[in-house]
C-alpha cells in the first residue's frame, strides 16, 4: 500500500528531514479535503492538527462584532496552516475558513508531540521548522504594518 | 548635413486625449503630439518629464505599449501639487513632455528564459509596458509569471487588464491584498509571500521589480534565497528627478544618477545602497 511519505517527503515543510524521522512522522499524517465555504477550524478549539497544503486556499480569520469575520491572511499551496498544535493551551487562536477547494495532509498535534517528547532529536527539528514558519510570518507582518502603498509623504516609502 | 539632436531640455507640446480614473488616487493620461505625427519610440522601463505649465514638471514612467506609435500612455498618483493639476486635466488642454530618458528593462536578455515579474502597488505602471511587449512575443519567453500586491482589493490598479492576463492560459498571474475588504476571497498577505508558491525556474529566470523601495528590497531578497541569481533580478529606483539627463544631481543616488544610469539597475548594482541611512 502506498503510504503518504512521499507527499510528506515533497512538501516544503518536510523537505531534506531524515528518512527515519519522516517515516515516525508518517504514522501521524492522513489524506484530507475540504470544500469551499467550510471551516477546518474555529478560533478556541483544540488545535489537535496541523495540515500541509497541497491545493485550495484557506483564510485565517477573526470574528469581530459589527464587523463579521476579517480575514487576516491566506493560506495557500506549499504552506503550513497551524501551529497552535505545538504550544498549550492548544486552542486554534483564529479559524480556518476555506476559500478554495483544498486538498492537506493533516497531522496529529499530539501523536507528533509525544513523538518528539521520546525522540528529542525530531522533537527539535520540528520545532526549527515550526521557528522557520513563524519567523516567516512574522516579518510578513512587520512589512504589512509598515503601509507600504498608503499615501505617504513623497509617494511611494 | 545631420539635423541636430532635439534638446533634452526642451519640452515638446502634446494634447490631452484622455484622463481616466483607475483607482481612488490614481489616473492615465492619454497624450498625443500636438502637431500630429507619432510618439517617440520608446523602450520598457523608461520615463517622461511632464510639465504642466506654470505648476511644475514631474517624472513619470511610460506605461503604454512600446509597440504602438500612440498614445502616449502614463499612470501616476495623484500625491504632489503637479500631478494633482494633472489629474484635472481635460481632453484638449496643452502639456509639456520631455523624453524618454533612463534604462530600460531587460527584455533583450530575457529571452529564452523564465520571467518573473513582481510589482507592489503602482509599480504595476512601469511594468505593464514589459506585461504588453511579452504578450506580443509570447514565443521568446519561458514561463511568465506576474505577481501583484496592492493595499486593499480597491486599490487593484488595472484590475480588468489583470483579469485578461489571468485568462491567458500562458501567463500565470497572481494578485495578492495586504488588507482584504469586503467581500475579498483572493490571496491576503505582503507581495513576498507569492514568492516561493510561484511557478518557474530560478536558475533560468529574468525577475523585473517596482514598487516602493522597502518592497523592491525584501522582494529581492525571497527571490534570492529561491535561488534566482543577483544579477538577474532588476529593480525600478524613483528618486526626485529635475533635468533628466544627469546633469543636475538632484537624483544623485551613491555614484549613480537614478535618471541617467536608472531607473532599471540590476539589484546587484544597487542593493547594498538600499539599507543606508545617509542615502
Not at chain 1, 517527503?9 to 499524517?29: M, N
Not at chain 2, 500612440?70 to 486635466?89: E, F, I, N
Not at chain 2, 529564452?112 to 514565443?139: C, F, N, T, W
Not at chain 2, 534570492?224 to 543577483?230: L, N, T, Y
Request: charged share 25%.
Amino acid at each position: 500500500m502506498q503510504t503518504l511519505e512521499p507527499i510528506l517527503a515533497e512538501h516544503p515543510f518536510f523537505k531534506g528531514l531524515k528518512p527515519e524521522y519522516l517515516q515516525l512522522v508518517t504514522g501521524c499524517a492522513s489524506n484530507v479535503r475540504f470544500n469551499t465555504g467550510t471551516y477546518i477550524f474555529r478560533e478556541g478549539d483544540e488545535a489537535s492538527q496541523f495540515y500541509l497544503i497541497r491545493h485550495g486556499k484557506v483564510a485565517l480569520e477573526i470574528f469581530a462584532a459589527q464587523h463579521g469575520p476579517i480575514t487576516i491572511e491566506t493560506i495557500e499551496a506549499g504552506e503550513v496552516l497551524g501551529w497552535s498544535w505545538i504550544f498549550p493551551p492548544y486552542r486554534w487562536h483564529f479559524s480556518g475558513h476555506v476559500f478554495e477547494p483544498t486538498r492537506a495532509i493533516a497531522l496529529d498535534g499530539k501523536c507528533l508531540r509525544a513523538k518528539g517528547e521520546e525522540n528529542h532529536d525530531l522533537g527539535y527539528e520540528l520545532m526549527k521548522r515550526v521557528a522557520q514558519i513563524m519567523m516567516d510570518r512574522l516579518q510578513a507582518t512587520r512589512l504589512r504594518l509598515l503601509d507600504i502603498y498608503s499615501d505617504l509623504p513623497g509617494g511611494r516609502l | 548635413m545631420t539635423a541636430p539632436l532635439p534638446d533634452p531640455m526642451l519640452p515638446e507640446r502634446y494634447r490631452v486625449q484622455r484622463v481616466s480614473r483607475e483607482i481612488p488616487d490614481t489616473f492615465t493620461l492619454e497624450l498625443e503630439p500636438e502637431e500630429g505625427g507619432d510618439i517617440p519610440q520608446f523602450a520598457t522601463g523608461q520615463f517622461n518629464m511632464l510639465y504642466i505649465f506654470g505648476v511644475g514638471e514631474i517624472p513619470i514612467s511610460i506605461s503604454g505599449d512600446p509597440a504602438k506609435r500612440k498614445p502616449l500612455v502614463h499612470t501616476t498618483r495623484a500625491v504632489g501639487t503637479v500631478s494633482k493639476a494633472m489629474r484635472d486635466l481635460k481632453p484638449n488642454d496643452i502639456i509639456g513632455v520631455r523624453g524618454p530618458f533612463g534604462s530600460h528593462w531587460p527584455i533583450k536578455q530575457a529571452e529564452g528564459k523564465d520571467i518573473v515579474i513582481a510589482a507592489g502597488g503602482i509599480g504595476l505602471a512601469p511594468l505593464r509596458s514589459v506585461m504588453y511587449h511579452i504578450i506580443s512575443q509570447r514565443e521568446k519567453y519561458g514561463k511568465t509569471v506576474l505577481l501583484y500586491g496592492a493595499r486593499t482589493p480597491t486599490d487593484i490598479l488595472y484590475r480588468r487588464e489583470l483579469e485578461h492576463w489571468r485568462a491567458h492560459f500562458d501567463l500565470e498571474v497572481y494578485v495578492t491584498v495586504d488588507r482584504a475588504t469586503g467581500s475579498w476571497k483572493g490571496s491576503v498577505g505582503v507581495v513576498t509571500r507569492l514568492i516561493p508558491r510561484a511557478p518557474f525556474d530560478p536558475q533560468n529566470t529574468v525577475a523585473m521589480v517596482c514598487g516602493p523601495e522597502i518592497m523592491m528590497r525584501f522582494t529581492g531578497a525571497e527571490l534570492e534565497k529561491r535561488g534566482v541569481a543577483q544579477e538577474n533580478i532588476y529593480v525600478s529606483m524613483e528618486r526626485n528627478m529635475k533635468c533628466a539627463v544627469g546633469f543636475c544631481g538632484h537624483c544623485q543616488y551613491g555614484p549613480n544618477f537614478v535618471c541617467k544610469d536608472g531607473p532599471v539597475f540590476q539589484f546587484s548594482q544597487i542593493q547594498g545602497l538600499l539599507s543606508k541611512w545617509e542615502i
